[in-house]
């Protein structure tokens, strides 16, 4: 599976931005999809993901109310709509696959598949 996340850039404090993560391969593998991101000096942190065949979503409590994950299966894509964005929020955004089910997907180690991240910049 190859994902590619993009959709990044500079953003001003309380707007919006649209990320995407496009997958293709063998994606009839994937059981889950998620965003993470990472801050400079900072671990890799859980965001959202989705639920490939019921769109059952998770938040980590930073985002909820503020970002949306959703899927589009036929076009094999993902994404996060992020709302009311903070400084905080400002970090690389990296999708990635899980092809099963596992006690580890709000974490980075319950994943198999990353893409190569876009920046989100959130300017105060």
């Known amino acids: 599976v190859q994902l590619q996340a993009f959709g990044g850039g500079l953003v001003q404090a309380g707007g919006s931005l649209r990320l995407s993560c496009a997958a293709s391969g063998q994606t009839f593998t994937t059981y889950t999809v998620g965003w993470f991101r990472q801050a400079p000096g900072k671990e890799r942190e859980f965001v959202a993901r989705i639920r490939r065949s019921d769109g059952r979503t998770y938040y980590a409590d930073s985002v909820k109310g503020r970002f949306t994950i959703s899927r589009e299966n036929a076009k094999n894509t993902v994404y996060l709509q992020m709302n009311s964005v903070a400084p905080e929020d400002t970090a690389v955004y990296y999708c990635?696959?899980?092809?099963?089910?596992?006690?580890?997907?709000?974490?980075?180690?319950?994943?198999?598949?990353w893409g190569q991240g876009t920046q989100v910049t959130v300017s105060s």
């Open positions: 990635a696959t899980a092809t099963r089910l596992n006690n580890y997907l709000g974490s980075a180690g319950g994943y198999d598949y």
